[in-house]
């Protein structure tokens, strides 16, 4: 394979696993020795994250991507769902939604030649307190061991990562504001990193990702990129809740590229996405007697 003049880094996140609406695997046999079968939401997203994982490894193929990194955004499970009492969870045994995480991201791996991969810490709600959960299937993936904010050894709750010059910050959480707004969170986050660095308390940032909210935003300005990357998990209780409509997930992952050198363009960064869309869904058809 030619050496590209550039680093691709496939960035995908919030798999939850462990809810009946997140990713679980085929056939993944539980500590118990059973298995569970997919609810018909759960092998659309099987097939979505295998089809995902085809299409990156028919593009790393023709070298039409040259991917050097994976960075998981965090929420690698569902946790036990206390506020919920557990009516969503495929299993509340962390050790077991922690094996169908891993199981899943090996399909992932499995589509590229071998490159490191970054860990990054999601809610206590989900990855457990400290990121217990995360930090176990990190090890277990081979994650990198790097330092960061936080607790952690090869998963923290930020990455500041340079790539060929450009920094790119990398941390789960941000607020989830959607309808008509759902930039504004990430535009105010963008706005704070330049005063930061400015201020000298932060390492300058060239583009800024997050996770989180469930869906994919992509803002840029003339000196900086902030980036959310979408979800694998299908719309919740939770979610339905606050509006059936307005809290619709965006499936899929995002590929950040990042030029070696300086470019034709004014910018060594670019984002591509590769997004799925929701399962298909039809009314009831009303009949009487």
């Known amino acids: 394979m030619a050496i590209q003049p550039y680093d691709d880094l496939i960035v995908v996140g919030d798999t939850q696993c462990g809810s009946i609406f997140g990713l679980w695997p085929e056939r993944y046999e539980l500590s118990d020795g059973g298995s569970y079968g997919l609810n018909p939401g759960q092998k659309y997203l099987w097939d979505c994250w295998n089809h995902a994982a085809d299409r990156l490894e028919a593009a790393t193929k023709k070298e039409l991507i040259n991917p050097t990194g994976v960075v998981f955004m965090g929420d690698a499970i569902d946790g036990r769902q206390r506020a919920q009492e557990a009516t969503e969870a495929v299993t509340t045994r962390i050790s077991d939604q922690a094996g169908a995480f891993l199981k899943c991201m090996k399909v992932l791996q499995s589509a590229m030649p071998p490159v490191p991969l970054y860990m990054i810490q999601g809610t206590e709600y989900h990855d457990q307190k400290a990121g217990d959960a995360i930090e176990g299937a990190a090890a277990a993936l081979g994650a990198v061991e790097y330092g960061g904010v936080g607790s ?3 998963s923290h709750e ?10 790119i910050n990398f941390a789960h959480h941000i607020s989830a504001l959607t309808g008509f707004y759902r930039a504004t969170a990430i535009d105010k986050e963008a706005l704070w990193s330049t005063i930061a660095a400015k201020d000298g308390k932060m390492p300058r940032a060239d583009m800024i990702v997050r996770a989180h909210v469930h869906y994919f935003i992509h803002v840029e300005h003339e000196s900086k990129h902030a980036l959310v990357v979408p979800s694998w998990q299908l719309q919740t209780r939770y979610m339905r809740k606050h509006s059936v409509y307005r809290m619709l997930p965006t499936l899929g992952l995002a590929i950040i590229r990042v030029w070696k050198e300086a470019t034709f363009w004014d910018d060594k960064l670019q984002v591509m996405k590769m997004v799925y869309g929701l399962p298909p ?3 009831h058809i009303h009949k009487h007697a």
């Open 281 to 283: 869904y039809k009314p």
């Open 152 to 154: 952690g050894r090869h």
């Open 158 to 167: 930020v990455l500041d990562l340079d790539v060929s010059g450009s920094v």
